[in-house]
């Protein structure tokens, strides 16, 4: 970085729009307030992008234009990452950086991207399948993972878990029309108590439904447009119960616990298929344009 240990917020853009032309100053300040990077500052109050700030804007913007993720889930990838879990599609870029003798942006002498990897702990697989560990109780296996414990998909317990739409309202800054829109178009449905919305519960599963729709609408997606997933569900649902039904007919203890796991199961494995099926079709529909 010649004489300065740091770059400029203008360096940082010149650098980094050789591989992506729509980078700016105004979405490095963005991702800023989005709490995705966080430079220091000088005594003047001017940002200092240091090698390790570049390589997490190179992961953003990879993990935006490579695996068309909001920035919300990208937001949750990254801290999960400064914990030293490395998800799918963060272990699928430090996979490919990894193979690179060089190539990172800082000239470092390897790939910024792959070296930050080491620097949070996590460690590339050597079964050449792109996966990445980070110690051995915290692999990242499916999407499932990145659920929090009350927004696991157990069946069991989803009536159990209430949110108020009051607290989220106040926490996460969601509007009170947008609950209603979700609910008008069959997205938001586990409502509990009478009355105003205001004043109401949603299950925990609905509340995990209200932050993706929600962090959708910052990119144009409205309600009305993910009014096709609740068909696809429930034609989904009635698949699986043509499929699942005579095998567990005979209400038992064992046979409702097994049901559950299975069920279980089947919510998380379908949704690792939807969502690569979903990134294979974007790329292709998109290709194009990227």
Not at 97 to 125: M, R
Not at 164 to 173: A, I, L, N, P
Not at 193 to 215: P, Q
């Amino acid at each position: 970085m010649g004489f300065r240990d740091y770059l400029t917020i203008g360096e940082v853009v010149q650098k980094l729009q050789v591989h992506y032309d729509k980078l700016s100053v105004s979405k490095l300040r963005f991702l800023e307030d989005e709490g995705l990077i966080t430079p220091e500052r000088t005594a003047g109050g001017y940002r200092k992008y240091s090698r390790d700030d570049m390589a997490r804007i190179e992961l953003i913007l990879r993990l935006q234009h490579e695996k068309f993720l909001p920035h919300a889930y990208t937001k949750k990838i990254l801290e999960e990452y400064d914990r030293g879990l490395v998800a799918p599609e963060l272990a699928d870029i430090l996979a490919q950086e990894s193979t690179k003798d060089g190539g990172g942006v800082t000239g470092s002498g390897k790939s910024s991207v792959a070296s930050s990897a080491g620097a949070k702990g996590g460690k590339i697989s050597d079964s050449g399948t792109g996966s990445v560990s980070a110690g051995a109780n915290n692999t990242y296996g499916n999407a499932a993972d990145y659920l929090s414990d009350k927004e696991r998909y157990a069946l069991t317990q989803d009536e159990a878990l209430v949110v108020s739409v009051t607290e989220m309202m106040r926490d996460e800054r969601i509007p009170e029309i947008f609950f209603n829109e979700l609910r008008q178009f069959g997205i938001l449905s586990s409502l509990v108590g009478t009355g105003s919305i205001l004043s109401a519960r949603i299950s925990a599963h609905d509340a995990a439904c209200v932050r993706a729709a929600w962090a959708l609408r910052s990119i144009g997606i409205e309600p009305r447009h993910l009014r096709m997933y609740v068909t696809f569900a429930n034609k989904e649902a009635d698949n699986f119960d043509l499929v699942l039904r005579p095998t567990y007919r005979h209400k038992t203890p064992r046979s409702q616990t097994m049901l559950a796991d299975t069920a279980a199961d089947i919510v998380q494995q379908t949704e690792i298929l939807k969502r690569y099926l979903l990134q294979r079709e974007l790329k292709s529909k998109l290709d194009d344009l990227l």
